[in-house]
Every structure is written in structure tokens, then in C-alpha cells.
């Protein structure tokens, strides 16, 4: 079965900075997509970005970029230059034939 | 708007009542997917549709609960003799299907289901 783990509960970061959240998972597909998805409070789930796991160059959505480790089964999300507006949960999700199996969560805190 | 919706957006309910609530994905998408969100947790995956046909079921989805998506386009999801412990966020999303491995999912706001 698979499994992603998100071992930060919570994270605070200082506007205009740097932070990163992380996800391992753990699959026995040898091609799969990795997400991250952000849930601000009371909204819907809004798609961050995504990475193919047969790539090797990390993607990269403007502030957002991701450090995948394929063989660690690590998928970190940076967030740089913090904005007010990223303050939400992060869920770290892999594919798997078809449906998504979501980690627990990041509540992330942005500070003026 | 061509976002994924879903309605009712809040629902409470007593014990023992039934439920049924909609989801209207975008329009060109084939995959249609329901999920289960209870506080302070990921998302957990019920069931999806590829066009009309439901291609799995989860073992979350007990036999009080059934989802239909009879014209391949709108769905629901009918809970019967509701119990507290269905009291969760029900979440919708849908996918374009050229490849369902590596699909990307996009999710309507929910179904806050609150049972009394």
C-alpha cells in the first residue's frame, strides 16, 4: 500500500522568507506523479504544483519549487518569498492508478 | 465559472436521515472523483467514475453509501441512516483521462455534512 507522510505538523515563516515543507511517500509504481496541494481555511483545495516522478529536473511553479529525491522517496516544497496570502494547509499527495493518497498536512503561518 | 461545484455547500442532518449530494464537474473531464476530509486530516479517496461506469470503490465506502453518475456528466453521493461519525467535508474532483496514472485532479469547495 502506498503511503505519504508529512512529519510537520505545523510552520511558521517570516513574510518575504524562505520555507520548506516536507513529504516523504512510499509506492512500488515505478512511474507516478507527485503534488502538492494548498487548502486555505474555509476554501477549496487549489492544485501548487506538480512533479513527474521519471523527470529529473525539479519543477518549478514562480515561488514555489520542489527538491524531489526519487531514490530517498522525498518531495520537499519551497516556498520563497513568503506572501500573507500562503498561509493555508499543504497536503503532499502521490497518484496512485488513478486516485490520490494525501499525507496529513502542513498548516503553514505566514507572520507580518 | 468552469470550476468543479458542488452542492449543497453545508448540510445538517440527524441521525438515521439520508443525504445526497451533488457535484458538477468540469466540463470536458471524464474522471470524476469523491473524497472524504475530516478535520485536521488529508483527504481520503471513496470512489471515481471514468464517464458513467464507477471504477472503485473504497472500503471506506460502507453500504449506506452510494454514488451514481448516470449521464456521465454530474454526480452524487447519497448517504443513508446517516451516523455521527459521517459528520466530515465530502470533496468532488475531476480529471481530463489521457493517461489516469498521471492525471491531475481539481477539486470543487465541498460538502460540510454535519450529523447530529
Known amino acids: 500500500a502506498q503511503t505519504v507522510t508529512q512529519s510537520q505538523p505545523e510552520m511558521s515563516v517570516q513574510e518575504a522568507e524562505t520555507v520548506t515543507l516536507s513529504c516523504t511517500y512510499d509506492t512500488s509504481e515505478s512511474d507516478y506523479y507527485l503534488f502538492w496541494y494548498k487548502q486555505p481555511p474555509s476554501r477549496q483545495m487549489i492544485l501548487v504544483i506538480r512533479?513527474?516522478?521519471?523527470?529529473?529536473q525539479n519543477a518549478t511553479e514562480n515561488r514555489f519549487s520542489v527538491n524531489f529525491q526519487k531514490a530517498a522517496k522525498s518531495f520537499s516544497l519551497k516556498i520563497s518569498d513568503s506572501q500573507l496570502g500562503d498561509a493555508a494547509m499543504y497536503f503532499c499527495a502521490v497518484n496512485q492508478g488513478g486516485k490520490l493518497i494525501f499525507g496529513q498536512g502542513t498548516e503553514l503561518s505566514v507572520k507580518p | 465559472d468552469t470550476g468543479v461545484s458542488q452542492n449543497p455547500r453545508h448540510k445538517i442532518t440527524k441521525r438515521g436521515q439520508n443525504v445526497t449530494f451533488r457535484c458538477d464537474p468540469i466540463?470536458?473531464?471524464?474522471?470524476l472523483y469523491w473524497y472524504r476530509q475530516t478535520l485536521g486530516q488529508g483527504p481520503e479517496f471513496l470512489t471515481y467514475?471514468?464517464?458513467?461506469?464507477?471504477?472503485?470503490k473504497s472500503r471506506l465506502l460502507s453500504d449506506r453509501f452510494s454514488a451514481e453518475r448516470p449521464k456521465g456528466s454530474f454526480s452524487t453521493l447519497e448517504i443513508q441512516r446517516t451516523e455521527q461519525g459521517d459528520s466530515a467535508m465530502y470533496l468532488c474532483?475531476?480529471?481530463?483521462?489521457?493517461?489516469?496514472?498521471?492525471?491531475?485532479?481539481?477539486f470543487g469547495p465541498g460538502t460540510r455534512l454535519t450529523v447530529l
Open positions: 466540463s470536458e473531464h471524464n474522471r
Open positions: 512533479q513527474e516522478a521519471y523527470k529529473q
Open positions: 467514475f471514468q464517464n458513467e461506469a464507477q471504477l472503485e
Open positions: 474532483a475531476s480529471s481530463l483521462d489521457y493517461r489516469a496514472e498521471t492525471d491531475t485532479q481539481y
